[in-house]
């Protein structure tokens, strides 16, 4: 079937503007826009038939005039994005359903298929897309753009959507009894107040502790990129208590609604450092995609400690070490202890200890373990009440707790964070 024959069907529906006609037949004769097709196949069915050629004169049935308002879009959409720093957008658009209606009969009066050609939604994004990246200076990104446009042909109005930001760094905690990030007092759930009183737990500020490493990097982070909030993504968590020294530990800082993007890292880093007034230290900022959320939550990597340890009763030397001869690359049985159950799913667990050694002096010792991710180092001392096994409290048949916790390194981060494809390049 030649396409003369769809044309001219279609031609006799009503006023129809090129942009419309050529949709039908986008799937011919590429590099011209629909509106090029649309008025190529009109010419010639002006030649074949011998009638004079003429442009409607009539608003396009089928699409109201929108097609003919490419430019307004784009150039409102440029406006709704100004004050915006961003290198890669998307467009989308709402379409009326009558609009979609009209779309699909015309098809049908045409005599053609129903997904024969290209949708009006799909000419609209493209064609404003373009434009909207010529006024801009912007690239299309189909996967994760900074900017989203959604264009709503019913209300004439545009809709943006900024995605977030993320800084990839490493962190080392240099002070205890500061958590990763903010821990709501459960006294009042977080609210700061009891019986319209300030709630005694947290002394109203809602907080059970006063600083977290959250709380002492992301507002910096969130401030240099002018967002409106900001979450912290840890590859896993040291507790409380324990300081994060060595090379640190991996993270990602997101920022939601950034009017800034593309930040000189080294001044943030020192930023954050100075912010943190030495209870915390950032190194290795980067900016980073969105991919490397997820790489770093999945991120299991084993980790070296340095501990602390008050018995119950003075052991010597060799005896301590027969014990730490049992648990030197023990596999580890470990139900989840009863100081994060009330948080974690119950079940139990296998790790392993790659390495560990000690020396002990009386009913004090000191032990440096390395062990795998999700490792509970505090519960292999202790036993938890023989929720451990074995553990060196059960091996020695003496009490053991851990009275100070340092991780010392969290080994293997630099190669799953050296792919060059989740960094973003300032």
């Known amino acids: 079937m030649t396409l003369l024959s769809p044309a001219r069907d279609a031609l006799a529906t009503g006023p129809l503007c090129d942009a419309c006609l050529g949709r039908l037949f986008a799937d011919r004769s590429f590099g011209l826009t629909n509106a090029d097709r649309g008025h190529s196949l009109r010419v010639a069915v002006a030649l074949e038939d011998d009638e004079p050629f003429e442009d409607p004169d009539d608003e396009c049935w089928v699409c109201e005039g929108e097609c003919a308002r490419y430019d307004w879009w784009a150039e409102n959409a440029a406006a709704a994005v100004r004050g915006y720093d961003f290198s890669t957008y998307q467009v989308g658009t709402r379409v009326p359903p009558l609009l979609e209606e009209n779309d699909l009969l015309l098809r049908e009066e045409a005599g053609l298929d129903e997904d024969a050609g290209e949708l009006l939604k799909s000419e609209f994004n493209r064609e404003v897309g373009k434009r909207f990246g010529a006024l801009t200076d912007t690239e299309v990104d189909f996967g994760r753009p900074d900017i989203m446009l959604h264009c709503d042909l019913t209300t004439d109005e545009v809709e943006v959507q900024v995605n977030s930001a993320f800084v990839y760094g490493r962190y080392r905690k240099l002070k205890r009894d500061i958590p990763q990030t903010k821990w709501p007092c459960r006294d009042c759930n977080g609210t700061g107040r009891q019986r319209d009183e300030l709630c005694d737990g947290c002394d109203g500020t809602g907080y059970r502790y006063d600083e977290s490493v959250e709380q002492l990097t992301a507002p910096v982070v969130e401030e240099a990129m002018d967002g409106s909030g900001a979450t912290f993504h840890g590859a896993g968590r040291e507790d409380v208590d324990a300081l994060m020294l060595g090379s640190g530990r991996p993270f990602v800082i997101e920022v939601d609604d950034p009017h800034v993007r593309d930040i000189d890292t080294d001044p943030l880093q020192a930023d954050i450092n100075d912010f943190a007034d030495g209870k915390v230290e950032v190194e290795g900022l980067r900016l980073a995609t969105h991919e490397m959320v997820e790489r770093v939550k999945e991120h299991d990597a084993s980790k070296t400690y340095r501990m602390d340890v008050s018995l119950d009763e003075p052991v010597d030397q060799e005896t301590f070490d027969a014990a730490l001869d049992e648990l030197d690359g ?16 119950s079940k139990t667990r296998t790790r392993e200890v790659y390495s560990i050694d000690g020396t002990v002096d009386g009913d004090t010792a000191e032990l440096e373990v390395h062990g795998e991710g999700g490792l509970y180092v505090k519960e292999l001392v202790s036993s938890d009440e ?41």
Request: charged letters at 30%; hydrophobic letters at 40%; zero cysteines.
């Open 386 to 426: 023989g929720r451990t096994e074995p553990s060196l409290a059960g091996l020695l048949g003496v009490g053991a707790e851990v009275t100070a916790l340092d991780v010392l390194d969290v080994e293997g981060e630099a190669e799953p964070f050296a792919d060059e494809d989740f960094f973003r390049d300032a």
């Open 330 to 345: 023990a596999t580890i049985y470990q139900e989840t202890p009863q100081r994060v159950d009330h948080r974690r799913a």
